[in-house]
């Protein structure tokens, strides 16, 4: 069989990603039946938990697939939307498993976006002590971030993703042909998180996305295979090196994200697309880097051209710092009450710094109101 | 500073155990302060959630102690009783430590018996994907079996345990003291595990049970010591050597436990104390050894005689085998749909035994519904 894509070196945690590309008439270049038996080994029972938007297509071609291995399916549609990251629709999947018969040889099978990634993660982390599970992403941000890593969770009101695991799946699968019917507001979202990993820690991909926003805007399957290749590359080798956030390195990856969770948490969790908050708090950060003297001015314009090509917004009127900060403050990254932030040094290059005065903070966050 | 009674051995997630008693003037020659200092490290905010019976005692000795080590504590008490181990009472403490600024540095001390420990250790093991957690056992049973071995976990309507997480705590904190003002009855509850041991891996320390039980009942505090000792010894042995309960051999804890979950599910959870329940389990476990021919009819009458002399019960007058074997087929240990119990070979040793036919396990039942 063929080999994946990228596998995730952690130890006897590792797993295989697959990054591959449906054709015209259905088939694929890797078998999803022998990947699955390959990565997960026996299996009867599966509880596939999916988003309500992809019922008739993903999810139901991956319950075929399932059944034609003699597995027993227990299906599980979760409503779209962050809202469904919560502990009532948890609870309602935990009894859900208990009343179809899982036990610890069942495995759960998330299709769908980072919340059913998440979702299904916590309720796989967490019933029965631990379930095996497989992640198969069918969006741009969650083939590139929330299903490689390991992170699962739910949020409280209040607090985005305070709940949760560090739970790996046995495999994550990846077609891109799932994102030919992605519409664009969610596309152009997921290529935030991508254009990320460009300026945190990979200068040569930053380099090529420069060149080819443009067919990844066209969904074009080679641009489109290349860039979650480079993504997961660079989010698998930073989990490599620190699997639980114990050593800081996994905080660079919260490039942007401290500004994007007081956006999205402001601005109630729905309003605005995650990439969308994550862009925002890209330029957020860049701009407190530069008033650091961290960073040159030039750097926000290179991350403002690429984000901009990508048609991601830099800007959002109703920033309110007085409003942000507070959550700011209940941000996982805060070390008892001071503000911590990834900032640039350059393209490729970040760091966490401390101590960050919260008058800067505040001055970043009012320069990204508009564009000046 | 003294030594640890006990180290449970597993690798990085090592931690001692501590089994001291304090002096009638309140010292102890054990240092808590230090103890935890040299166990959790540095901690600035600890997350106190204990049991309403003991909030004025132990409770409240815990707190003094960690103000006067000028930390911040959050009080966060929990109603008596397992229907405290719910999804409702966990989204509470989620909540509440939310709301009260509890981030990645804060530690969590739970101080009461099995439900406090079993409950707040899950908060700990999933709030921000993970805080540090201490374990302050003030009841036999959760001192002799709950809170060593790191499982957490809550009820959900119809199954017991049934959502949670492998979690080790920083250290457990061990007082024989507060066994003096525990009720009889939850103490006599916590001997049927005690007792456990004895059958399933320490054939000496059965047999120093049956000349101890006396001593034991008048909570002679060297006895208590002893006993406590033993039974930790043993569970950090099993524990050491199959943690995450993939091996098998952890499954041996849970003598006698398929028949009591099943007993506590069908008489309503809280009616019958759980060491209740897993005394007249192992009466049924024993009978179904013996049914098997796995062990001589002799085995059952020296188990009979220590449970006796402990008070315990040894009948059910409401066992109902067309009630109990649905819920043991959903047990956690069963391997798709197939029963499988521990059974005993001679005192001090045991098997999972898969396959057990279903009219010897309802003739186990119905012959403890009364004394023959």
């Given at each position: 069989m063929a080999s994946p894509s990228i596998e995730v070196a952690l130890g006897e945690?590792?797993?295989p990603i697959w990054i591959t590309t449906s054709q015209a008439d259905g088939s694929n270049p890797v078998d999803f039946a022998s990947s699955f038996q390959d990565s997960v080994g026996s299996c009867s029972h599966a509880v596939l938990i999916h988003d309500a938007a992809i019922a008739d297509t993903v999810a139901n071609q991956v319950e075929r697939v399932l059944a034609g291995m003699n597995i027993r399916v227990t299906n599980i549609q979760v409503p779209s939307g962050e809202t469904s990251k919560s502990v009532a629709q948890l609870e309602t999947i935990w009894n859900t498993?208990?009343?179809s018969g899982t036990d610890r040889q069942s495995v759960v099978v998330a299709v769908g976006g980072g919340v059913v990634g998440d979702l299904a993660g916590f309720a796989a982390a967490s019933f029965t002590r631990g379930l095996r599970f497989?992640?198969?992403p069918t969006t741009l941000l969650s083939m590139v971030d929330s299903s490689v890593g390991g992170k699962t969770g739910i949020n409280l009101p209040g607090g985005k993703n305070m709940v949760g695991s560090f739970w790996q799946p046995q495999m994550v699968w990846?077609?891109?042909?799932?994102l030919s019917t992605l519409p664009d507001r969610d596309f152009i979202s997921g290529m935030a998180e991508v254009i990320k990993y460009g300026v945190i820690e990979d200068a040569e991909f930053?380099?090529?996305l420069k060149d080819n926003t443009g067919s990844l805007a066209e969904r074009n399957p080679d641009a489109l295979r290349h860039a979650i290749t480079?993504?997961?590359e660079s989010k698998a080798r930073v989990v490599a090196e620190d699997e639980r956030e114990t050593s800081g390195r996994r905080a660079i990856l919260n490039y942007g994200h401290t500004f994007a969770h007081a956006i999205e948490a402001t601005a109630g969790y729905g309003v605005c697309l995650h990439g969308e908050a994550v862009a925002i708090g890209m330029q957020m950060a860049a701009r407190l880097g530069i008033d650091m003297e961290l960073c040159p001015p030039s750097l926000l314009e290179e991350q403002t051209a690429v984000l901009e090509a990508a048609k991601l917004p830099l800007v959002w009127k109703e920033a309110d710092p007085d409003q942000m900060l507070p959550v700011m403050a209940r941000d996982k990254k805060v070390a008892h009450g001071k503000l911590r932030f990834i900032l640039p040094n350059r393209i490729g290059d970040v760091s966490l710094v401390g101590d960050v005065p919260a008058e800067k903070v505040i001055r970043a966050i009012e320069a990204c109101r508009s564009m000046n």
């Open positions: 945690r590792s797993y498993m208990l009343g497989v992640q198969v990846i077609d891109t042909q799932t930053f380099s090529w480079r993504s997961c």
